[in-house]
């Protein structure tokens, strides 16, 4: 009867769909996009590499365009030496990122150590800039001279590096003992410098003499109040000699993992502080500052994702929450490819 009639079925609604997210993206998502934004292929390399499960073959293929016949590298790996020229801060820029591949080994390292042998001073250490056939661009704070002495700014980290790496070769001996003896007769210094010393402590194969060489350096930097201990009142803090206003280094800048000799040099409190500091940098831009003084367009521009490299490793190996990385990867944090070392 027509009373019994069922109803007729209400046309369907529309399809519910999941509120989409309110959240901000994390430190680890907003330095991916300001990666692919402005770094270097390299960079973008070294990020996927360490942040989204990349493969190591990338990254080496891009650090061998820096590589000169000599077996030296130029080309401004390092952002403040411009030109084709191999230079001994290209050498130590190079060995870092190779030994965080696991890769510092083999016939490129030996023919490494040969072009080192070849350009380093009487004493076997390694000249800051070395001088060249012709002036090419270079940050006003590392001039170039006819005849550069040797450095333990230069020096430390490319011997640190080899070091820890186990790679043995004739030049290392006169230059490990031009570092033991530079870092143990400290007495006026500066930041960057007892950076390169904490370099080579790390390294060093007498692990008791480092210690004991640390404790006494890491006495001398808080004397000299070489780190900014408090980072709301940095301004009472001294700037070394011709660094730029602000360019001052704090506890992370020494100790960029814990394991370093230099992190005993600083409580836990100092750490921590130092650390939010460091995760509160962080531009609106996704990527971190950098303090030294700007000399040229290309050189600030290519820097800033080398320091938003290091600010993320440092954070991640403290084990600072650096958030997930970009919707691409499904919203979960990927983990990186190992511990860096």
Avoid at 37 to 48: I, M
Avoid at 110 to 121: A, G, K, M, N, P
Avoid at 158 to 182: K, P, S, Y
Avoid at 205 to 228: C, I, M, N, W
């Amino acid at each position: 009867m027509p009373g019994d009639e069922a109803p007729a079925p209400a046309p369907p609604g529309p399809t519910a769909t999941a509120a989409p997210s309110t959240a901000a993206p994390g430190p680890l998502a907003r330095a991916e996009r300001f990666t692919w934004l402005t770094a270097r292929v390299l960079e973008q390399r070294r990020f996927a590499f360490h942040f989204l499960g990349g493969d190591p073959d990338p990254v080496d293929a891009a650090l061998g365009s820096y590589l000169g016949e000599d077996g030296g590298y130029g080309h401004a790996l390092d952002p403040d030496l411009r030109g084709p020229l191999s230079q001994p801060l290209h050498t130590a820029h190079a060995l870092r990122i190779l030994d965080a591949l696991g890769r510092c080994s083999g016939q490129r390292i030996e023919r490494l150590c040969r072009h080192l042998t070849r350009v380093s001073t009487p004493e076997g250490a390694l000249p800051l800039v070395l001088a060249g056939p012709r002036d090419y661009p270079a940050a006003p704070y590392h001039p170039v001279c006819d005849d550069p002495p040797g450095t333990l700014l230069t020096t430390g980290p490319v011997v640190g590096v080899l070091h820890r790496n186990r790679i043995w070769h004739a030049w290392l001996f006169r230059a490990t003992d031009f570092c033991w003896e530079r870092v143990e007769t400290l007495r006026q210094t500066h930041p960057y410098e007892v950076q390169s010393a904490v370099a080579f402590l790390d390294g060093a194969p007498d692990r008791a003499r480092a210690a004991a060489a640390a404790d006494r350096l890491g006495r001398l930097v808080r004397e000299r109040r070489l780190a900014v201990l408090e980072p709301d009142r940095r301004a009472e803090y001294p700037t070394a000699p011709g660094y730029a206003p602000g360019e001052q280094l704090f506890p992370y800048d020494y100790a960029r993992r814990p394991e370093s000799l230099a992190r005993g040099w600083f409580t836990d409190e100092e750490m921590r502080r130092s650390l939010d500091f460091l995760a509160a940098e962080q531009q609106p831009d996704g990527g971190w500052p950098v303090h030294r003084r700007a000399w040229a367009p290309g050189s600030s521009l290519e820097r800033r994702p080398i320091a938003t490299l290091e600010a993320l490793l440092t954070l991640r190996a403290y084990g600072r929450p650096i958030g997930s990385v970009s919707a691409g990867a499904g919203g979960v944090s990927l983990p990186g490819p190992g511990r860096p070392r």
